[in-house]
């Protein structure tokens, strides 16, 4: 059998229903649905000549290349799900054929169903806590000091940082104990312990699978604990809403979406 010149390039599994109008919703490539019965995957040709395996282990070594494939793949789940539950795909997820496709959403129809109720009406937002403080010298403001002075101030300092780390402490982890209130799923993401520029730290980073109805409630939330805990010096940052990312593994269960 003569192989064609491209793959099929999956996006998401959706519901089956008309693409939303949104010309150009990749930049380089049609989109279009693969359908089966009531079930989609939103596809479009992907060239061999870039996405066969040996053509995309190179790319992937191209940061400027894979930078434009992920905006464009983000570009097209995004469009899909503002009027439609989703199940996004991993990145350059490519087929042989339609055919094939067409045969994952017959083996796995059941469990992409189960997915999509599960996530129906439902978005992913990032909430991050960090906390700011600027670096306080030894002895400022002081002429020079002593071995003892500077071992006491040092001494007192540390005392200092110590009990503020435990409020801070204790103040993240009841922070995040209120915001997951809110939400239908909420996970806590691995953290660095680097200060970024200008002497930020990120305390916690978190994901959260949230409702549309309580989207309000929860970024009214997000505001209040912010200004409360401005004059401790922490601070949040919400993002969103994406793709359900985070918790559609959680939905499917074992089905490999590549």
């Known amino acids: ?33 693969i359908t089966h019965r009531d079930l989609a995957a939103v596809a479009s040709e992907a060239p061999w000549d870039d996405f066969g395996a040996l053509a995309l282990r190179r790319h992937l070594q191209d940061a400027s290349w894979l930078e434009q494939e992920a ?36 083996l796995y129809a059941a469990e992409f169903h189960r997915a999509l109720g599960q996530l129906r009406k439902k978005q992913e937002w990032g909430v991050k806590m960090y906390f700011c403080s600027p670096p306080l010298p030894v ?3 002081k002429g020079p000091l002593s071995g003892k002075e500077y071992l006491l101030i040092r001494r007192a300092q540390h005392r200092r940082e110590a009990e ?16 997951a209130r809110y939400a239908d799923r909420i996970q806590l993401k691995p953290v660095a312990p680097t200060a970024e520029p200008g002497g930020r730290q990120l305390v916690w980073d978190a994901v959260c699978l949230l409702t549309r109805p309580r989207l309000e409630a929860f970024e009214r939330r997000v505001g209040r ?6 004059a401790a010096g922490l601070h949040f940052e919400l993002s969103g809403p994406w793709p359900p990312y985070h918790f559609v ?6 089905v490999p979406l590549h």
Do not use: W
Request: glycine share 6%; charged share 30%.
């Open 249 to 254: 593994a959680e939905a499917l269960g074992n």
């Open 164 to 179: 503020a780390r435990e409020a801070i402490g204790r103040r993240s982890q009841a922070s995040f104990k209120d915001l």
């Open 225 to 230: 604990l912010e200004k409360e805990l401005e």
């Open 1 to 33: 059998m003569r192989r064609t010149a491209h793959g099929i390039m999956v996006y998401c599994i959706t519901e089956e229903k008309a693409l939303p109008p949104a010309p150009g919703m990749h930049p380089t490539r049609d989109v279009y649905l």
């Open 139 to 141: 002895g400022a403001g």
């Open 71 to 106: 905006r464009a793949h983000e570009r097209v789940v995004e469009q899909i799900m503002a009027d439609r539950p989703v199940l996004p795909m991993k990145l350059c997820t490519v087929f042989r054929s339609e055919r094939r496709v067409r045969a994952m959403l017959e």
